[in-house]
């Protein structure tokens, strides 16, 4: 009977054993099973962040070559501007003018017909992109003189004077307000409060189009026959060799009564009359849907008068 006690206890105690070692190998395989796979999630997951930020530098870099392309694009189109063989030297379009206004002959009255299509009070995200389509269908240039505070008004504006370079287009500095009381106190021109203006537009113009951008094309607001005391300020713009253009055609879209499109056309038809080098006042801020309206069948007329499009820079 003792033999047979210490048998069963004998027995007893080896199956607790053996239960004790198979659950510490179950236990064990546990662990290593669940550090295998904290493991392998931990990998995956490492190269899926190191995915993600090679992507990103990728798309960074996508993104940067293709600011770099777009801003190098423009740079190569204003260097290009530089020679472009449809503008004239603004020195002598405001020559020319100012002796035909003093009743000379011009010097670069030579029979040839030219007209130069200028937009003022610009831009506007109305007018300027309709003024803009037609141009490039009829594949003739124009010479936009920009208001600095239109410009700076949104990125659509912004982009406005992009697209106006971009597509052949000169720029001239028309100030930044356009505000008379400012420019012209009791109708005398401010000369500091001007070149103010003028340097402010500049600015404008260098943060879109880049630092190499420059224009020497000057329209002072409401023309420059219009104020007193403009020979001290003629002698501080032609020290920077700034030139200033006013016009001697016009559509009259900012004169007197509001007027369609055909009016305006006619208008067009009256001043030009007898210009061999013709310039030509048109606005395309707010309100002159009538202009860009007009422009197709002003271009269709000035094209069978045998006018070449020009601009200036």
């Known amino acids: 009977m003792k033999h047979n006690s210490r048998y069963n206890k004998n027995r007893v105690k080896n199956i607790k054993s053996s239960r004790i070692k198979i659950l510490f190998i179950i236990i064990v395989a546990f662990v290593v099973g669940d550090s295998i796979l904290m493991a392998v999630k931990f990998s995956e997951s490492k190269q899926a962040i190191l995915m993600f930020n090679i992507n990103k530098e990728i798309s960074l870099e996508s993104s940067g070559e293709e600011n770099t392309n777009n801003e190098n694009e423009l740079n190569s189109k204003l260097s290009s ?13 405001e020559k020319y003018l100012d002796q035909q206004r003093k009743g000379q002959m011009p010097d670069g009255a030579d029979g040839k017909k030219v007209v130069y299509l200028t937009f003022d009070d610009g831009p506007s995200v109305t007018v300027t992109p309709l003024i803009l389509d037609t141009l490039k269908a009829e594949n003739v240039h124009a010479t936009f003189f920009v208001v600095g505070k239109a410009v700076d008004e949104s990125n659509a504006t912004k982009n406005l004077i992009r697209r106006e370079v971009e597509e052949g287009n000169a720029i001239g ?26 340097n402010k537009t500049n600015k404008s113009l260098k943060n879109i189009l880049g630092d190499d951008f420059q224009t020497r094309a000057i329209r002072f607001p409401g023309g420059h026959m219009s104020w007193k005391g403009m020979k001290t300020l003629d ?17 009259k879209d900012a004169e007197g009564v509001p007027k ?28 002159k849907v009538e202009t860009a309206k007009a422009l197709p069948e002003i271009i269709k007329y000035l094209k069978e008068q045998g006018y070449e499009f020009r601009t200036m820079k």
């Open 260 to 287: 369609n499109a055909e009016q305006l056309k006619q208008e067009l038809i009256k001043t030009i009359q007898g210009r061999q080098k013709a310039v030509v006042l048109m606005h395309d801020t707010y309100g």
């Open 81 to 93: 501007l530089e020679n472009d063989p449809v503008a004239d030297d603004i020195a002598f379009v």
């Open 235 to 251: 002698a501080v713009i032609k020290e920077k060799d700034y030139h200033q253009i006013d016009w001697n055609a016009l559509i």
């Open 173 to 198: 500095n028309h100030t930044y307000t356009h505000n008379y009381k400012y420019l012209y106190p009791n109708r005398t021109v401010n000369v500091d409060n001007v070149m103010v203006s003028i």
